[in-house]
Structures are given as C-alpha cells and as structure tokens.
C-alpha cells in the first residue's frame, strides 16, 4: 500500500527503517507514514536548528533534542517510547544503531566554544553502554550504521561541506576500517554504503569501492 503524506518540501525528515513512521521538524512531531496518529507533537527549541526527531529502525523509540550547541548549557535529548517519555541523556543524538542502541555525541563547553569529546552509545533507558574518545570515532552527523557493528561517515571536505574522507568505524572498538581512496575525496557530498561497495559521485562519474 502507498501512502501520502504532505508537509513543505523543505521540511527535514527521519523515516523508520520499518517504513510505518515518519518524524519532522516543522512541524515537529513523530506520526504514522500517513499522517496519522500523531504519535508525539512539540515545539523545537528557539535555538535549534531544524533536527527532526531521530527514529529507532521499527519506529518505537525516538529521540528530541531539547537544545543546540548554540546554547549553554550543553545540549540534551529526550528518549521517547511510543510518545512516552522515559528519559534523557547528555548530548546529540545522532542516530539510532538498532532499536536498542542509540548513538550520541558528547561536548564540553570552553571559552573557545563548543568541543567535542567524543561518542557514548546509550540503551533506550539512558544507561550507556560504551563510550569512544574524540580521537576515535569522529563526530558523524549523519552516520550510516552497517552490519558487523560498523558505521560509515560521510565526512567533511576542507572547506566544511560534506564529501571530505568517507571513513568505515568499527563500534566494537572504535578503530578505522576502512578509509576511501584519495579519488573519491572530491565527491560533491553524494556517497552511501550499499551491499559490500561504497557508492560516491565524483564529478558526472559514480564510483563504487568495496571495503
């Protein structure tokens, strides 16, 4: 069956991988695929910028950031169940690894700003399970979590725009395994990790590199 679902085109989205729930930032609220039921609605902090919920693989848990690095005191983010609060935990919520395991990045605050300190990786109840130094896994906005307990970051050129290194991250030891080839590091910020290849754009070509 194929639903249709209407928001403003430049809305941002997460969708669960189960295909049945949908999480937006304006507005900011957690619904099935179709619209409806509205699940979870609230209001985005004034300081935070646009970050729709981010959703478990079968969509029954969900986090909410509370605020942004844009703010002290350090940013937090509520972990939901079905639209039921159950706790909160220090940090960015970047992404959920399954419908267990949540993946968080951790800062600090100097008088330079905002640091980053590293990766804890938290049960859906707020305990976290393990934890990664800075100079392990980076902080990866938009990570891809792969079998094997692997993540895929897309990375950040020198100029700061994604397309930069594209790396593979082992989440049972935080080492590197894998980095691209220097070819794909001018890719235009197009790239995702499909079977046993990671798939960039370089220019009018698509490449493909196992890893």
Known sequence: MISNFSFPH???????GSG???ATDD????????????????TSAP?????PPALSP???FFSVQ??????????TCDIYQNGTLV??????????????????????????????????????????????????????????FLPGNLVFDL????????????????????SLVWQAPSAARTSNGVAAVSGSDVVFQVGHQVLLYPY
């Open 10 to 16: 430049s809305t941002p989205f997460n969708l669960s």
């Open 27 to 42: 507005p900011l609220q957690v619904t099935g695929i179709s619209g409806t039921p509205v699940i979870w609605s609230g």
């Open 87 to 144: 706790t909160a935990v220090p940090g960015y919520a970047a992404g959920w690894i399954d419908n267990g395991h949540i993946f968080v990045q951790n800062w600090k605050y100097t008088d330079k700003g905002a640091v980053f300190t590293g990766i804890g990786v938290y049960s859906p109840d707020g305990k976290e399970l393990i934890s990664y130094p800075a100079d392990a896994i980076p902080a990866i906005n938009n990570p891809q």
């Open 20 to 22: 049945k729930v949908i």
């Open 155 to 174: 990375g950040f050129d020198q100029a700061g725009r994604y397309g930069g290194t594209g790396s593979i991250y082992s989440l049972t030891d935080g």
């Open 66 to 75: 509370t605020d942004s690095l844009a703010v002290d005191p350090p940013m």
């Open 58 to 60: 079968d969509g029954s």
């Open 47 to 51: 300081a935070l910028i646009p970050n």
